[in-house]
């Protein structure tokens, strides 16, 4: 089992950055990957940042060259930090791991965090 809990929310004023943080704890060695999801008021849940074991990164592509996505393994969290928002990424902000879990036959298995709200308004 794993528990992830964000934060680092706000507001922020257009042009503005933040940095978010999911701590990690439990089977930690269980995960392949981590990301962060982010859910507008109305809108579905979509990816925006994955990072893998192997420290590969990937962008949804109208967050490329702003966001950026790292991890520490001796502190067991991902962070993403978030430059020159704008207010379209007004969302709650979720962390997400991908588990691998071999007890009692294999399974994959998905983990969210609770969210952190981010507001972008001047």
């Known amino acids: 089992q794993v528990q992830l809990v964000e934060s680092g929310g706000g507001l922020v004023q257009p042009g503005g950055s933040l940095r978010l943080s999911c701590a990690a704890s439990?089977?930690?060695?269980?995960?392949?990957?981590m990301g962060w999801y982010r859910q507008a008021a109305g809108k579905e849940r979509e990816l925006v940042a994955l990072i893998t074991s192997g420290f590969s990164t990937r962008y949804v592509d109208h967050v490329k060259g702003r966001f950026t996505i790292s991890r520490d393994n001796a502190k067991n969290t991902v962070y993403l930090q978030l430059h020159n928002l704008k207010p379209a990424d007004t969302a709650v902000y979720y962390c997400?791991?991908?588990?691998?879990?071999?007890?009692?036959?294999?399974?994959?298995?998905?983990?969210w965090g609770q969210g952190t709200q981010v507001t972008v308004s001047s």
């Open positions: 439990g089977n930690i060695n269980s995960i392949n990957a």
């Open positions: 997400h791991s991908n588990s691998l879990m071999i007890h009692n036959g294999p399974k994959i298995l998905d983990y």
